[in-house]
């Protein structure tokens, strides 16, 4: 009976498996069923992308944004896949949307108010929850909105042409300040002197070390893009992110230390409120005039018929309010420069509700990213790919002015207009910019992130871009005599 028992033999093996097949195979099964539809997730919905994979595809989309940057991520998923297409950052689902009807429908409506990033890299920071330009508290954002509003309108837009007119006679005149020892003028550093002198003028009126704080501004700036979609294991090694929240500080102590005067906002949100005042617009405004500076050292026909009608206009007066709607060639310039080489190109957002936008389902949580600068090259104007004139000669619909006409700046176009104009008026009028190295505006370095900034050692940009004032090197802004 015992050697029957321990002989394996003495059983009918096929009693035996059908027993055992239901309880092996049904873990399997449920496993198998499992693992098809993670492989599938998401492979059914109706806007274009790459696939989920398992999971592979969130990580493939989210490595390449931190390889490739922001803007040129968008710009190939844009390419590949079509102007409304779906990827996903921190495996959150993020739209990419370069097609005009989508971007208004987004701009127009409320329920798009809140931005997306990282929420350890903007705590580095200060921005999380602080300031108006990533701060993704909608409740907290509404708050503060209106006092920028205020600031941006009214009595400001009439002292706007005079202060920008002084600011720049007096940065021109101070030449020496922002020249090398080859006699090279860094004209970024001198827009960005001019920009920050003027919005302090305009808005806080305190003493500010100019030098100091302009050198700590591209830091600054480094810093926020380089964290702002960082995966929250970055921030498990501090020696990685250190060095940028070091940055961030140093700029925010900068003779920037305010009382909170109102009880429902904190001091770091009244602080980051001032911060971004004072470097975030005017460092926009000064990267933008930077290159409105390169544009008219490659396009001199361009420099003489701006010229000839500012000469015509102004005649030896300085310019006055009045004249803004006479200086068509200027305004078209203006809009011609930040169309090509707009400074902005992008814009992050999260929808805060569920919505249907050009057919396409949106849900609650949704981040997206508007690719402006892809569609100003698509849509609208006779030469998208052209620095010309022409492409504002005749009315262009306002759905294609995003980049002057997003955000707070929304409300404040004829304030940022004016203040482009009266800095950018007295220089052509009173120098000649002329390029040095034969650089190329489109060949030159720059950060391809959020911001588009030139990459100041290169020789074709920034400090070794040589700009002769009718041949002089550190000339007076004043104008020459006629002999």
Known sequence: MMLEILNPGHYNITNVVPEMMPVATLPILLLMCFVFLIWNYEETSSIPGPGYCMGIGPLISHGRFLWMGVGNACNYYNKMYGEFMRVWINGEETLIISKSSSMFHVMKHG??????????????????????????????????????????????????????????ITHLDKLPEVTTELGNINALNLMRRIMLDTSNKLFLGIPLDENAIVLKIQNYFDAWEALLL??????????????????????????????????????????????EMM???????????????????????????????????MGDQEIQSKDMPHLKVVKNFI?????????????????????????????????????IGRMHKIEFFPKPNEFSLENFEKSVSLL????????????????????????????????????EGGGNIRNADEQPHVTSHPYLPSPAMGAHRNICFHGQSVPSWRKPSSA
Request: hydrophobic share 40%; aromatic share 10%.
């Open 400 to 435: 294609c002015c995003f980049c002057w006409q997003l955000g707070y700046y929304f409300s404040s176009k004829f304030k940022a207009e004016t203040k482009r104009e009266g800095t950018c008026v007295p220089d052509p009028a009173s120098t000649s910019v002329m390029g």
């Open 230 to 275: 960082k995966p929250d294991i970055f921030f498990k090694i501090s020696w990685l992110y250190k060095k940028y929240e070091t940055s961030a500080q140093i700029l925010s102590s900068t003779h920037l230390t305010f009382l909170n005067l109102r009880g429902d906002l904190t001091g770091e949100n009244v602080n980051q409120c001032v911060l």
């Open 279 to 313: 470097i975030a617009a005017p460092d926009t405004l000064s990267v933008t005039l930077f290159f409105m500076l390169v544009l008219i050292a490659e396009h001199p026909n361009v420099e003489r018929e701006m010229m000839k009608e500012i000469h015509t206009v």
């Open 111 to 168: 329920h798009y108010i809140s931005r997306f990033g990282s929420k350890l890299g903007l705590q580095c920071i200060g921005m999380h929850e602080n300031g108006i330009i990533f701060n993704n508290n909608p409740a907290l954002w509404k708050e503060i909105r209106p006092f920028f509003t205020k600031a941006l309108s009214g009595p400001g837009l009439v002292r706007m042409i005079t202060i920008c007119v002084e600011s720049t």
């Open 335 to 371: 809009y011609e420069s930040m169309r090509y080489q707009p400074v902005v190109d992008l814009v992050m957002r999260k929808a805060l509700q569920d919505d249907v936008i050009d057919g396409y389902p949106v849900k609650k949580g949704t981040n997206i990213i508007l690719n």
